[in-house]
């Protein structure tokens, strides 16, 4: 059940109520007063904030009482969370401030004409004379929005503006969300290269499959800059950096375990890609047509990509067929498709990744007793596998480094990174994966993406920490 926080502004009448009935109404109606602030006291009448915790489906109920109260007036009613959201989320600030004419001539007219002459003489300039060095673009065409989908380039302007604050606050990158009002790829495709120049790196989100993987793999080669779609590989490298800690808790090896992937979309291909890369030799693509099996023929490109792979099984069979005997579960599909009795046909000492949102494909208390490690894409269970670990790094790491692409020794490299935060002391069923706040993440993270870099000859630059 999804909670909210209303803020609820109330003239109380004194000779007719007190704050006492005030509070049991809203607790009998559902919502948990969290904070209350006088606005105006008085002693006939009083205007006071109230900052009542409530279920979504509960806020009317909670209103409904309060308006039957005699003696109360709603003023008004405000939802916190709208509230941050109020004229938007980022804003541009200029990093000098410009006090005369003689800073005016400087960053703008006649000075920045010689600097405009260098970048032009020098191309590569552009990222020591101007904002491309540290800014990403964080581009959608609103086709698949987590959780609600395709709600168009408007409504999911808020999504980028939150993935722009992170990329700030947690990695020091100046991010800028970019809403494109088509769904043609061709010209997806031609817009951000006509953008391009302004950006050091380009990171896709929310664009549905299978369009996302041509846009990005068609960005990637046709830029000489880091193109990275969120979706698919910050979905995999923190997928790939839970597992590994995982098969530490529960004693088994990469090589050695089956793995059942099931929803084989933008972020499935992504992961079965990953697990390949990083040993799993036994490897069962589940989409809802079944088992994509080695040898099969298939129209989707990445499924007969998939199919052509020697660690792909050839046993086809139902998601509820080929579950028997597997070490481990990682679902990126829809709630509910999998219950207690499937996952007791696991091989012993179970990991299930259910990253369904927001119903996981098992219900968490259902699955609790059967698994030895649950991981789940929410935030109210333990191990939360979430893309804030991967993306603010990475792109930190490729930024300072010039990386030409983000390779997959990069991405493995990422998630490396982010397992070794959690250290063996702490590592136990309930924490395989650090917090999104833990401050070591960006830093390791970073590291590994440009070790990674330099290993693989795609960084263009040797960060002075590195020398």
Known sequence: MAYNSIILRLELTHAKVNFGDVAHTISKAGGDITSIDVIRPGQETSIRDITVHVADKAEKDVVDALEQLDGIEIINVSDSTFLVHLGGKISVQPNLPIKNRDDLSRVYTPGVARVCTSIHENPQKAYSLTIKRNTVAVITDGTAVLGLGDIGPHAAAPVMEGKAMLFKQLGGVDAFPICLDTKDTEEIIRTIKAISPIFGGINLEDISSPRCFEIETRLAEELDMPVFHDDQHGTAIVVIAGLLNALKVVGKRMEHVRVVVNGIGAAGVSICKMLLAAGVKRLVPVDRDGAIVRGGAYAYPMWQWLAEQPQVEDRAGTLKDVIE???VFIGVSRGGVLNAEDVQKMAPNRIVFAMANPKPEIDPEEALPHVRVFATGRSDYPNQINNVLVFPGIFRGALDCRARHINEPMKLAAARAIASVVSESELNDQY????????????????????????????????????
């Not at 917090?435 to 693989?456: G, M």
């Open 432 to 467: 395989i994966i650090p917090s999104i706040f833990n401050e070591q993440v960006v830093t390791k993270v970073r590291h590994a993406t440009i070790e990674a870099a330099i290993l693989t000859g795609t960084a263009r630059r040797i960060p002075p920490d590195f020398r």
């Open 325 to 327: 005997g597997a070490d």
